[in-house]
């Protein structure tokens, strides 16, 4: 076992040659934990999976209201404004070199309707920005197969911290061997396959209008559960492995999901972005496989779907970045996850020194991936067509660094867990020649990974 200190941060270092981020998460003892990971684990994007417990406190709010919670005194403070500015000015910013790209900070969700002044009535009654402050965490490196516990000191003095309680618990097994499972029943829509068709021909016709050149519009599912909502997880990131896959228990809600989409990155000031638009099921063979891998890819309304998204995504990062910074590195690639493939683009770009990460964040939120085009006309469009608040789907997931690195995925693929009910969301982007039986269609293929997951009728 390594030690290593400096003025804020400690370090421990332990081998984890027979260890797993699932095993480090169930061993860890306390509440509010989270596991961040990726199916690309052993690439560089996805080298490390990070695991924390027991937050220092919380930012999270609506309404122009961020509340600050401090877990160990119990004293809260508030404060009035735009939510996502309130959050860049109340994290703490610690700089020092790393060679991990998160070392604490926070952790959550910023939901769809914090850029949305819906209509819709907010039934869940959950925070538009809810994210967890973490000093402590636990990293898996997957290809040193390497366990770290780094605890960066958010208080100006030094203090002197005892990691070694956590070293206990990750190597402590379990004494319960058997997980317990859980009960999921199957899913119902919050509206009927024709009010959904309506909603589409609603659509297109805006923009026949002119209106808009694109809108995504979605549709709510519902079930109920029981039992151990670790356990969905468990299953649902073995049978959909994906870039971005995370579980965050945020006391009377839980948050878990396999996003295949992010909305962006910053590491060392490089921002990076991945627009996805362009879809079709996986085959039930290899040779139909291929054989919808090649129509989505000669599909001129996918083609000039992802064109569009992409140059929306260079316009947001056009905000934010050093002039001449802006890179396409990846073009319409097709990407193949377990029940869906999808066409990728990657575009990087340096960000200016007068900007902060989460500026980068907002010059891109909400992703024109889930709204539609023109972003702004698209949003209020959507409320006026849609039925339901949107909440998490959409939105952002991911972390806020010390360091000032970000990595947010958008809230796709996922799984909202509050009082005994399971909710979860997919949309369609419609277009002028949009079939509206297909747009349906892709709903439901974009839902397959999680309605697969109901074990009762």
């Known amino acids: 076992m390594i030690e290593q200190e400096n ?6 270092k332990l081998n984890g040659d027979s260890l797993t981020p699932i095993l480090i998460f169930q061993r860890l003892k306390g509440k509010r934990k989270f596991l961040l990971e990726s ?37 809260e403070y508030s404060y009035e404004g735009d939510l996502l500015l309130l959050l860049k000015r109340v994290m703490p910013r610690i700089t020092g070199p790393s060679e991990f790209p998160f070392t604490g900070g926070a952790v959550g969700y910023i939901s769809y309707n914090t850029a949305v002044n819906s209509q819709h009535p907010n039934t869940l009654k959950i925070p538009s920005v809810n994210f967890f402050i973490y000093e402590t965490l636990v990293i898996f490196d997957h290809l040193q197969d390497e366990v770290i516990i780094i605890h960066t000191e958010i208080n100006p003095e030094q203090q002197k911290v005892d990691l070694d309680y956590l070293v206990k618990e990750i190597q402590t097994p379990l004494t319960d061997k058997e997980e317990k499972g859980y009960v999921l029943s ?19 016709s805006y923009i026949l209008d002119k209106k808009v050149s694109q809108i995504v519009i979605s549709r709510q599912q519902q079930a109920t559960y029981s039992g151990n909502a670790f356990s969905i997880y468990r299953k649902l990131r073995k049978q959909n492995p994906s870039p971005y896959m995370y579980y965050m228990d945020f006391d009377d809600h839980i948050v878990l999901g396999t996003s295949p989409e992010s909305l962006i990155k910053v590491t060392d000031d490089v921002i990076t972005v991945n627009p996805i638009g362009g879809t079709r099921k996986r085959g039930m063979n290899e040779a139909e496989d291929q054989l919808l891998a090649k129509e989505l890819l000669n599909n001129a309304k996918e083609q000039n779907e992802h064109g569009m998204l992409l140059e929306v995504a260079k316009k947001d990062l056009l905000q934010v970045i050093q002039p001449g910074t802006l890179q396409v590195k990846q073009y319409m690639k097709l990407e193949r996850y377990e029940h869906v493939m999808h066409l990728v683009s990657t575009i990087q770009g340096k960000l200016s020194p007068v900007y902060h990460s989460l500026d980068a964040l907002m010059s891109t939120y909400p992703a024109g991936a889930i709204t539609g085009l023109s972003k702004r006309t698209a949003i209020e469009l959507i409320d006026q067509i ?7 789907f959409g939105g952002a997931i991911g972390y806020i660094g010390f360091n000032g690195n970000i990595d947010f995925a958008i809230t796709i693929r996922s799984m909202l867990l509050k009082d005994g009910i399971a909710y979860i969301q997919s949309g369609a982007g419609i277009v002028e020649d949009s079939e509206v039986e297909r747009e349906f269609e892709e709903t439901i293929e974009k839902t397959n990974s999680l309605t697969a997951l109901s074990n009762v009728e």
Do not use: C, W
């Open 7 to 12: 003025y804020r941060t400690t370090v421990k």
């Open 39 to 75: 199916a690309a684990k052993f690439q560089e994007d996805g080298r490390y999976s990070m695991i924390g417990v027991n937050p220092i406190k919380s930012y999270s709010g609506s309404d122009n209201k961020l509340i600050e919670k401090q877990f160990y005194t119990g004293k």
């Open 186 to 204: 199957s899913f119902t829509s919050d509206i009927s396959k024709e009010q959904f068709l309506k909603q589409i021909e609603k659509a297109k």
């Open 386 to 392: 849609e039925t339901a608040h949107r909440n998490i």
